[in-house]
């Protein structure tokens, strides 16, 4: 299936999702936020940040660094910025292009969202250009057992939802490591979650 087709089955889905509560989990927001280590001087990007509550989150931890949020999806980019969080931006645009500079991110999270891009590899090239030297990434996605997580990718195709492939911990290193990254934290939080960080080698 073309990525073109994914993508665009993700914006209607999305689309249809805002006002609702889907893909969003406390659990995650939770966990991350109770770890994470950040400062005034810290840029994040929520990488598929959908109605902006991470950030929102995220904000009221740090009132001074500059956040950044990108989704594919208008309706739900119209509530995010309804939210009127400060000194953070929010761009409407696809994760194999990302309107960033060159080294200007250091923190990248991405929630729920890295198993709806269909071009992971220039997802992960874009990741790359435009994260700090010192900086990580932190994704937080679905976990399932090998034999259903199996079953669930030969069923994504057919898809009405944008879902691209469920991934294990090892098949997420193994594309992160093509662009030099290095897992530096895997943690499983719940029987369908898990967290894990990336860092330059």
Not at 192 to 198: A, D, P, T
């Amino acid at each position: 299936m073309k990525k073109n087709n994914y993508s665009e089955r993700s914006k209607i889905f999305f689309d249809r999702a805002a006002n609702t509560n889907y893909g969003n989990s406390e659990k995650l927001d939770k966990y991350i936020l109770k770890n994470i280590d950040i400062d005034d001087k810290t840029t994040v990007l929520d990488l598929g940040c959908g109605d902006g509550r991470f950030l929102k989150k995220l904000r009221a931890l740090n009132s001074d660094n500059i956040l950044y949020g990108l989704d594919i999806s208008e309706k739900m980019l119209e509530i995010a910025d309804s939210k009127k969080i400060q000194r953070c931006e929010f761009s409407l645009g696809d994760s194999s292009y990302l309107p960033y500079k060159d080294g200007s991110i250091d923190l990248i999270v991405c929630l729920n969202s890295f198993h709806h891009y269909p071009t992971p590899e220039l997802t992960l090239k874009e990741i790359k250009r435009i994260l700090s030297s010192d900086g990580r990434v932190i994704i937080g996605d679905i976990f399932t057992l090998p034999i259903i997580r199996q079953i669930i990718n030969l069923y994504l195709p057919y898809s009405k939802s944008g879902d691209y492939k469920m991934y294990s911990k090892r098949s997420l290193d193994e594309i992160f490591s093509v662009e030099g990254f290095k897992n530096k934290m895997f943690s499983i939080i719940s029987p369908w979650l898990f967290v894990s960080e990336y860092k330059n080698k």
